[in-house]
């Protein structure tokens, strides 16, 4: 693991060197190396392991999994977040923010951290399945990183597992359950599904659910509509 990576990983880079040492990593370095002389690959090479370095393995309490990041642009290191001042907000992230909306009403939403780092630095774990993805190409890299993902899943649940409730939204998600079986698992369609015609994904109530679980642990419970730092950006 080099340095700079470790630094930027705080706590995380014990629990991931074993896998940023394994030869399947050096795989994925050279695949990316490839990706980039034919196109843009996103996120920016400071922005892979965002998600790692702004939700630090002590305040671990949620995990959100993703797909992987979007590939127009917008992303920024963790699952749904964006820079809103640069990006137009996403249909699945619109959908998320009107879920959270119906649960929590008070919510300010004219100053919601629409990053979704304020989430992240209070111990969501915003893990996108693929890290990285080929410009208009969703899906490109699904390959690289599976194994990766796959590794860091049932980690978290060898270390931690008992104190940690995982959100699986969608099909693609859900194909990990079977790495935590023993762990909190909520599940409901992708928000995609509401934003594209299907449905499923209004009405889960996992904003709420999730600080029922965590209450009844005695762990303090997420702030949803809390305002980020925006300066991590």
Known sequence: MTERLRNQLGDWGDVLSPFISNPSF????????VEKSKTIVYPSDD???????????KDLKVVI??????????????????DKEKSKIPPSLRVIVKELQSQYPDID????????????????????TY????????GSHQNM??????????????????DVIFILWGKHAQSFSYLIPTCN????????????????????NHFLEVN??????????????LHSNLSNL
């Open 26 to 33: 050096d795989h994925v370095r050279t695949q990316l190396r």
């Open 47 to 57: 922005k892979i392991f965002k998600a790692f370095e702004l939700c630090q393995f």
């Open 65 to 82: 999994l993703g797909q992987d990041p979007y590939h127009r642009g917008e992303a920024i290191g963790v699952c749904f977040g964006i």
């Open 109 to 128: 939403i004219s100053k919601f951290d629409y990053s979704l780092y304020s989430w992240a630095q209070q111990g969501v774990l915003l893990l996108n």
């Open 131 to 138: 890290l990285t993805v080929s410009k208009n190409s969703p």
């Open 145 to 162: 990183w599976a194994w990766w993902t796959a590794d860091v899943l049932k980690e978290i649940c060898l270390r931690k597992c008992d």
């Open 185 to 204: 698992i909520l599940k409901s369609a992708h928000p995609a599904a509401e934003a594209y015609g299907g449905g499923g994904f209004f009405g889960n």
């Open 212 to 225: 029922k679980l965590l209450s009844s642990k005695s762990i303090p419970e997420i702030n949803w509509g």
